[in-house]
């Protein structure tokens, strides 16, 4: 499981490194295994929508078992699935990079991290940095 100052960590680090590569405004979400909340920040500057779609992100990467780059990857081969799923979910994904699964020293999946406000790849990239600040595995 993710603890709170786990989590806390998670969206300081991922925030840091955002600012360190000079990316735009991001705002960074915490889910647990079940998608539940755990933290969100959004910095100064940042689009006000942005926790929904960092929600989507973080979202459809915990439920489906399947980080944001290998959702895109499924949507772009087999539209069909990932439009199927989203429907299942309430239309609550966002299929990405920037959402991140988490994984424990085991390998198991533990939550997610969904980052939004630059480029998909540059939010990944530092939601990555910020999993791996905390001493957990990032999967993008």
Known sequence: MISLEQARGIV??????GN??????LSVIVLDAGGHVLAFEREDGAAPG?????????YGAVMLGMAGTAQMARAEAQAYFI???NGAYGG?????PG???VRDAAGAVIGAVGVTGDTSDNDA???KAG???VGLTAEI
């Not at 942005?50 to 973080?58: L, N, P, S, W």
């Open 125 to 127: 990239i530092a939601g």
């Open 83 to 85: 439009g199927a799923a």
């Open 50 to 58: 942005r926790f929904e779609i960092a929600m989507g992100k973080a």
């Open 12 to 17: 300081r680090a991922a925030l840091a490194a």
């Open 99 to 101: 959402g991140i699964l």
């Open 131 to 133: 999993i791996e600040a």
């Open 20 to 25: 360190e590569a000079e990316m735009k405004p």
């Open 92 to 96: 609550r994904l966002i299929p990405v």
